[in-house]
């Protein structure tokens, strides 16, 4: 009867182990499973995060840009000597239709590119700061004869291609 007895417990505690082992292997597949989906998702990297910043922002489209030809020359102010300025300009717009609108309305940007630039003097644009602040004041400039002529867009930056004082 002892044997018995011993067999009985011997099975009980076989049907345990097998148990615990497969509540074990359940929770390791269950918890894999879990993991595999989130790695697949892409839930677990940092990566999501910056999709998510990059898809709000806008898609620009690619710059379209434009020579004005011939470069500009003025003279400027200079209090004992004629002082010459020769400017290459490049302008760059993302529409195509505003470089359409530049091209068509260029004797206008020209003469007013000229009144600027024959109002700046020589210590005004020697320096590298004084180019920066003369070339936004071109951009702008350009930019409100487009808007003076009805155009809808503005050009988005301007380039000195060529940047001659004599």
């Not at 898809?55 to 030809?69: E, H, L």
Request: hydrophobic residues 45%.
């Amino acid at each position: 009867m002892a044997k018995g007895a011993a067999k009985k417990e011997e099975s009980g505690g076989s049907k345990m182990k097998i148990i615990i082992i497969a509540a074990v292997g359940i929770s390791v597949l269950l918890v894999a499973a879990v993991g595999g989906t989130l790695f697949m998702t892409g839930a677990l990297t940092k990566k999501s995060a910056s999709s998510a910043t990059q898809a709000a922002a806008p898609v620009q489209a690619p710059p379209v840009y434009f020579s004005i030809k011939p470069p500009l020359v003025v003279n400027f102010q200079h209090p004992t000597q004629a002082r010459f300025l020769q400017i290459g300009i490049d302008v760059m717009a993302r529409d195509p239709h505003v470089i359409e609108a530049v091209k068509a309305n260029m004797p206008a940007i020209r003469n007013r590119l000229i009144i600027l630039l024959s109002a700046q003097s020589y210590d005004q644009i020697s320096t590298p700061a004084g180019k920066e602040k003369l070339r936004k004041e071109v951009l702008a400039s350009i930019n409100e004869e487009l808007h003076k002529a009805g155009v809808h867009g503005k050009v988005a930056d301007v380039y000195f291609t060529n940047f001659v004082m004599q």
